[in-house]
């Protein structure tokens, strides 16, 4: 079984930072493909950034590209995501996921464990 556990969320003002980290524990760490994903009230998940194993593979979602990194450091077990210029379109609860595999998949169905999730606020 595999836990993880989201830290970093908090209210920032428009143009703030934010980073956000998911620490694991469990199962075996660097067999993962990692994701971070998304949700605002009223809306559905999406897809925020995906990191493969070997951090060979990065994917943004159209929303955040430029503005967020996702990162990870395999003798943690800790993935990360740095969020800059965060707007008030980017308020929602964040939750990291992951899933066994090499695809680095941005479909939330794919992904089979999940953090609590850690709430983000930008304020105008």
């Known amino acids: 079984q595999l836990q993880l556990v989201e830290s970093g969320g908090g209210l920032v003002q428009a143009g703030g930072s934010l980073r956000l980290s998911c620490a694991a524990s469990?199962?075996?760490?660097?067999?993962?493909?990692w994701g971070w994903f998304r949700q605002a009230p009223g809306k559905e998940r999406e897809f925020v950034a995906v990191?493969?194993?070997?951090?060979?593979?990065?994917s943004y979602g159209d929303s955040v590209k430029g503005r967020f990194t996702i990162s990870r450091d395999n003798a943690k077990s800790t993935v990360y995501l740095q969020m800059n210029s965060l707007q008030p379109e980017d308020t929602a609860v964040y939750y990291c996921?992951?899933?066994?595999?090499?695809?680095?998949?941005?479909?939330?169905?794919?992904?089979?464990?999940w953090g609590q999730g850690t709430q983000v606020t930008v304020s105008s």
């Open positions: 996921a992951a899933r066994v595999g090499t695809a680095a998949s941005t479909a939330a169905a794919d992904y089979s464990n």
């Open positions: 469990g199962r075996t760490w660097p067999t993962y493909v």
């Open positions: 990191i493969s194993r070997s951090s060979g593979r990065i």
